[in-house]
């Protein structure tokens, strides 16, 4: 159980369009969920905590105009990166908290900006 | 807030034990966890113990912690090709709080 769904795992666009990723929990309500960016060989940075039926709270330095996160249902965040430039190409993971249990995670999404 | 240590390199030989280290800064840290990353992949999570436990061992997993020097570690007995991957320590930020903390990452390499 406790299965989180990204969508999709690889995107490649052009310079100045915009993307979204779809973060989704199949088989619990999440309330909860986070989204984070890896850099290569790094480890990951928390870049936002989305909850349901309200607004995000964002991580100091992460700009939220940029990076907007909704999450309307129960069992789907979706992180929408606006004009993206190729600075944004990064491995971008969602997680979902399932009630009483520790976050588990979506399987990540690649995103190349040309 | 809570920072977490990890040796980056781990080299084994297979069928031999692994053993990753991590040590953490915040004593109020409810939970701590063991994720597995492989190349291209989300985070799978392996395993986690509660601060107030000394030990957990899962099949080929065991998880000790020094909750007095704040050390953890992963313990893989007859480690295997397969388990080849990035291992991640984190800590939950602060008593009551679900945001986790992770270490930079220690990637095992199993030699056949």
């Known amino acids: 159980g406790a299965v989180v769904s990204q969508h999709p795992s690889w995107v490649i666009c052009k310079s100045g369009t915009s993307v979204k990723i779809e973060c989704r929990s199949l088989?619990?309500?999440?309330?909860?969920m986070f989204w984070y960016r890896q850099f290569p060989k790094q480890s990951l940075m928390l870049m936002a905590t989305?909850?349901?039926?309200?607004?995000?709270?964002?991580e100091q330095g992460v700009e939220k105009d940029k990076f907007l996160i909704n999450h309307a249902s129960l069992t789907l965040s979706t992180l929408t990166v606006t004009s993206a430039h190729p600075e944004d190409s990064s491995f971008y993971i969602c997680s979902a908290l399932p009630q009483n249990q520790p976050q588990h995670f979506g399987d990540g999404t690649r995103l190349s900006i040309l | 807030g809570e920072d977490v240590e990890q040796s980056l390199f781990l080299s084994v030989r297979e069928g031999d034990s692994s053993v990753i280290n991590c040590t953490y800064t915040?004593?109020?840290?409810?939970?701590l966890y063991w994720y597995k990353q492989e190349p291209g992949a989300g985070l799978q999570l392996l395993t986690y113990i509660f601060s107030n436990m000394d030990m957990k061992q899962d099949q080929r997993l065991t998880v000790l912690l020094n909750k007095k020097d704040k050390h953890l570690s992963l313990r893989i007995a007859d480690t295997q090709t397969g388990d080849s991957a990035i291992y991640f320590c984190a800590g939950n930020s602060g008593a009551g709080s679900y945001q986790l903390t992770f270490g930079k990452g220690t990637k095992l390499s199993v030699i056949p």
């Open positions: 989305s909850n349901e039926g309200s607004k995000a709270t964002y």
């Open positions: 915040d004593s109020s840290s409810t939970y």
């Open positions: 088989d619990f309500q999440a309330t909860t």
